[in-house]
């Protein structure tokens, strides 16, 4: 090799942009949630059930119709960007009125709704309305009452931009609604060799995998996540899981699991 006509890295300037134009930073996308993230949602739910919060009430809010709007949190934000905001006056609210911050949550894309996120939170009965009744202040779409509806919708907006439902068996339906928040993990996957097998990773298949291009910040894809208190990672998590059976997570097959 004739070492005088190779480019080191190192002498290669970085590219900067001509003027006038701007440097735009690219945010992460994701076509749908990652291998075993399905997985982390349901570990999250049995972890807020084994601490006495399990999570009892589901949040849906359609993102990409609430960031054309002119009022509210996600009004003017990208969606992620307005995500990122309401989950902090969420865990603020909870916090200020003694309620311990305990949530799961993902986004999805959906053919007819577009952009949306669906958020699981433990809640108590005395604080439930107080609740419902701040999201017209955090979602700039007010909150409208009907003669007919099912009995799990308990706070129904003007538009149809959000929703409220507390979950069903009493309350403990957490890892159904956790299972729910993760089937956009997809059923199928390909593997290095390019041939296509069985996720073995998701837990629970009965809800189709519909995916959808969602973006998140610069940093991070921005696409499902955790409260702390019940992150399955943390150690303290996982000395609780490993007294959880198998059944009790949902699980067909441990191989896949990261700890």
């Given at each position: 090799?004739?070492?005088?006509?190779?480019?080191?890295?190192?002498?290669?300037?970085?590219?900067?942009?001509?003027?006038?134009?701007?440097?735009?930073?690219?945010?992460?996308?994701?076509?749908?949630?990652?291998?075993?993230?399905?997985?982390?949602?349901?570990?999250?739910?049995?972890?807020?059930?084994?601490?006495?919060?399990?999570?009892?009430?589901?949040?849906?809010?359609?993102?990409?119709?609430?960031?054309?709007?002119?009022?509210?949190?996600?009004?003017?934000?990208?969606?992620?960007?307005?995500?990122?905001?309401?989950?902090?006056?969420?865990?603020?609210?909870?916090?200020?009125?003694?309620?311990?911050?305990?949530?799961?949550?993902?986004?999805?894309?959906?053919?007819?709704?577009?952009?949306?996120?669906?958020?699981?939170?433990?809640?108590?009965?005395?604080?439930?309305?107080?609740?419902?009744?701040?999201?017209?202040?955090?979602?700039?779409?007010?909150?409208?009452?009907?003669?007919?509806?099912?009995?799990?919708?308990?706070?129904?907006?003007?538009?149809?931009?959000?929703?409220?439902?507390?979950?069903?068996?009493?309350?403990?339906?957490?890892?159904?609604?956790?299972?729910?928040?993760?089937?956009?993990?997809?059923?199928?996957?390909?593997?290095?060799?390019?041939?296509?097998?069985?996720?073995?990773?998701?837990?629970?298949?009965?809800?189709?995998?519909?995916?959808?291009?969602?973006?998140?910040?610069?940093?991070?894809?921005?696409?499902?996540?955790?409260?702390?208190?019940?992150?399955?990672?943390?150690p303290a998590s996982r000395k609780i899981l490993a007294?959880?059976?198998?059944?009790?997570?949902?699980?067909?097959?441990?191989?896949?699991?990261?700890?």
């Amino acid at each position: 090799m004739n070492i005088q006509n190779t480019t080191l890295f190192s002498d290669i300037a970085p590219i900067r942009p001509a003027k006038g134009i701007v440097n735009v930073r690219l945010r992460k996308t994701t076509q749908s949630l990652p291998k075993g993230a399905q997985g982390q949602l349901i570990d999250a739910a049995i972890l807020a059930e084994k601490l006495g919060l399990p999570i009892n009430r589901l949040t849906t809010i359609r993102t990409e119709i609430l960031s054309r709007s002119s009022a509210g949190v996600f009004a003017g934000k990208h969606e992620a960007d307005g995500v990122a905001c309401l989950l902090e006056l969420m865990r603020k609210w909870h916090v200020n009125r003694g309620i311990p911050w305990t949530c799961i949550w993902s986004r999805e894309f959906g053919k007819d709704v577009g952009g949306h996120i669906h958020i699981g939170t433990h809640q108590s009965d005395e604080h439930t309305e107080g609740f419902i009744n701040q999201m017209p202040h955090w979602t700039g779409e007010a909150r409208i009452f009907l003669e007919k509806h099912k009995p799990d919708r308990i706070g129904i907006s003007k538009n149809d931009a959000w929703l409220v439902q507390c979950c069903r068996r009493q309350g403990n339906s957490g890892t159904d609604t956790a299972s729910y928040l993760g089937k956009d993990e997809p059923s199928r996957i390909v593997s290095a060799w390019r041939t296509e097998r069985d996720n073995s990773a998701k837990r629970v298949t009965r809800h189709p995998c519909s995916g959808g291009f969602v973006e998140g910040t610069h940093r991070v894809a921005y696409r499902h996540g955790t409260s702390r208190n019940i992150a399955p990672a943390a150690p303290a998590s996982r000395k609780i899981l490993a007294t959880v059976s198998d059944k009790e997570r949902l699980i067909v097959n441990l191989d896949w699991l990261p700890y």
